[in-house]
C-alpha cells in the first residue's frame, strides 16, 4: 500500500482493513508496530531520519524513497549478486561515503525487504484470524474498583463509572449487574456496598461464574496521567488483554479511558464494526467533567443503599457541574418517578430527551422510551423504540422488560408474559421481572405458573427483594382465606410494592441500568 501510494499518507485504520478482517481477534498496535519496525530493520532506515518510511503520528505512514517499479523480485539472490557496495553503484568502482551517510538500498532491494515483512504480516494475520477470542458473546464480565496512587479523590468512583458506561456501549459484552455484586459480596461474607479490589473481585467473577475481571487503575507521571485496563481470566489468573493509555493532563483522563476502553474490547474479542458503530466517547456520553460524573456515581451508589430522597442532592450537584449531563437528569427523573412525584419526574426526563444526543446508544434506548411512557404517555412509541433497541442489543434484559409492562398495562397480557420470560432468559437475577411475571399471570388465571414463577425467585435468593407475594407465600403453604382464594391479586397486595398503579414507569427504577 505504501509503494502503491508514494508520497501519500497511508493511515493506520487503512492498513487494518487491508490487513486484518473486521472480525479478527489481533492486537493491532502491536502488530502493526511491530511490522513497521522490521521494515524499517530490513531497509536499514531510521525514524527520526526517514529514508523510506516516514511516520505521522496518530495518523499512519507515508513512503517517501525513490520510486520502486512493479518488478517481479527476483528468487533467490546470491551473495555473488547482491555483491558490494561497488558493485551496488553500477560504476565498477568503489562507492565513497563520509560520516554515517549510509549508502541506500537498491529498488530491487527495497521490494524484496516489502515483500518479506508483507509476508510476515499476512502470517500473523492468518495466525491471529484463527485464534480463539479471550470472551464470547454469551460470557459476563465484572469490573473492579480502580486503584487510584495519584492521591487525586476525583478519581475515586468516576472512573469506573465512566468504564462501565463505555464498556456498556458493547453489544458483545455484558456488564454482572450491581443487584448482583451487592448479593454476591453478602453471600461471601462482607458488606453489600465493600470495595472491590481486584482481588474480591475476582474471587466474585469465580462465584458467579464469570469469564473475567476488569481491573482498572490511574497513576501520576509529573503532569501526565497514566489509565490503564487489564482484562483477568477469573477461573486462572491469566492476562487475555491489556491497555495502557497516557494523558497529557487531568482534563483529557475521560478521553484516555475512553481510547484504552476501545482498545480493549477488540483485543477481548468484539468485532471492528461493532466497535466502531457503538463507540460514544465518554466524555460524549456522560460528561467531561470528573467532578459532575464523581457526584453522579455518588448520586446512583446513595439511591440504591440508603435512600431515593438522600441520592437526590448528588444528582443535582452534578447537573450544576454540567448543566448538559443527560444521564443525570434521567437519574433524578427516575428517582422522582418513585417518589411519586411526577411533575419533576417529567421536567428531568424531558430535558434528559432534549439531551439525548449527548448519552452513548443503549443510554439513548432508554431515554426516549422513558420519555414517551413518563411524559407523553405514547405507550406503542415507547414499545417501538425498545424492539430496535433489543435488536441492536440482544443481550440486554431492559427492553422486554419495559414493553412488559407497557403491555400489561394495556392489557396485552399474553405478550407481556412473553416479554417477561425473555427478560428472565437473559438476566435471571433481576428480582423486578419475576414480580412483573407473577402480577400478569393472574388477570389470566394462571396461578400455577404464578406460583412457579415465585420458586424460581426464591430458588435465586431474590424473594426479598419484593414483597407482593403474600398471596403467593400463602398459597404455597396451603393457608387460604376467602380473599387468598380470589384470583385477582392486582388490587392491595400489589399497591403494596408497585407504587403508583396508574404508572408503569414507577417500576422503571428497578430496572437501572449498570451503567447508571
Known sequence: MLLAQPGQVVTREQLRERLWPEDTFVDFDHSLNTAVKKLRVALNDEVDKPRFIETLPKRGYRFVGPPVEATKVPDSPSVKEIGSPAQENGTGSKAETTGTVRPAPPRWKISVAIAVVTTAIAAGAYFFARRTPALTEKDTIVISDFSNSTGDPVFDDALKQGLAVQLAQSPFLAILSDEKVHDTLKLMGRASDARLTADIARDLCQRVGSAAVIN?????????????????????????????????????????????????????????????????????????????????????????????????????????????????????????????????????????????????????????????????????????????????????????????????????????????????????????????????????????????????????????????????????????SGRDAAPDWLGDQLARWRGLAAQPAVRYLGLFRTTH
Open 216 to 480: 482498572g487503575s490511574i497513576a501520576k507521571i509529573e503532569s501526565e496521567c497514566v489509565v490503564g485496563l487489564n482484562a483477568v481470566d477469573c477461573r486462572t489468573g491469566e492476562n487475555l488483554a491489556r491497555e495502557q493509555v497516557t494523558s497529557e493532563d487531568k482534563t483529557h483522563v475521560l478521553a484516555a479511558l475512553g481510547k484504552a476502553a476501545r482498545e480493549l474490547r477488540g483485543k477481548l474479542g468484539e468485532s471492528l464494526s461493532s466497535i466502531q458503530k457503538y463507540n460514544t466517547p465518554i466524555e460524549q456520553a456522560t460528561t467531561p467533567s470528573l467532578e459532575a460524573l464523581k457526584a453522579e456515581g455518588l448520586a446512583v451508589k446513595t439511591s440504591k443503599e440508603k435512600s431515593l430522597v438522600e441520592g437526590i442532592p448528588f444528582f443535582q450537584r452534578a447537573i450544576e457541574l454540567d448543566p448538559n449531563f443527560a444521564l443525570a437528569y434521567a437519574s433524578l427523573g427516575f428517582n422522582y418517578i418513585s417518589l411519586g412525584e411526577p411533575g419533576q419526574a417529567a421536567e428531568n426526563i424531558l430535558k434528559a430527551y432534549e439531551l439525548r444526543e449527548h448519552v452513548s446508544e443503549p443510554e439513548k434506548f432508554f431515554v426516549t422510551a422513558l420519555y414517551y411512557v413518563g411524559v407523553t404517555g405514547e405507550l406503542e412509541k415507547a414499545n417501538q423504540t425498545c424492539e430496535l433497541w433489543a435488536h441492536a442489543y440482544p443481550r440486554d434484559e431492559m427492553p422486554h422488560q419495559v414493553i412488559a409492562l407497557n403491555d400489561e398495562y394495556l392489557g396485552r397480557y399474553e405478550k407481556a408474559i412473553s416479554e417477561n420470560l425473555d427478560a428472565i432468559r437473559l438476566n435471571p437475577d433481576v428480582a423486578v421481572t419475576y414480580s412483573n411475571l407473577m402480577e400478569v399471570y393472574t388477570p389470566l388465571n394462571r396461578l400455577e405458573e404464578a406460583k412457579a414463577a415465585y420458586r424460581k425467585a426464591v430458588d435465586r435468593g431474590l424473594d426479598k427483594r419484593f414483597s407482593a407475594c403474600g398471596f403467593v407465600r400463602r398459597r404455597l403453604s396451603g393457608k387460604r
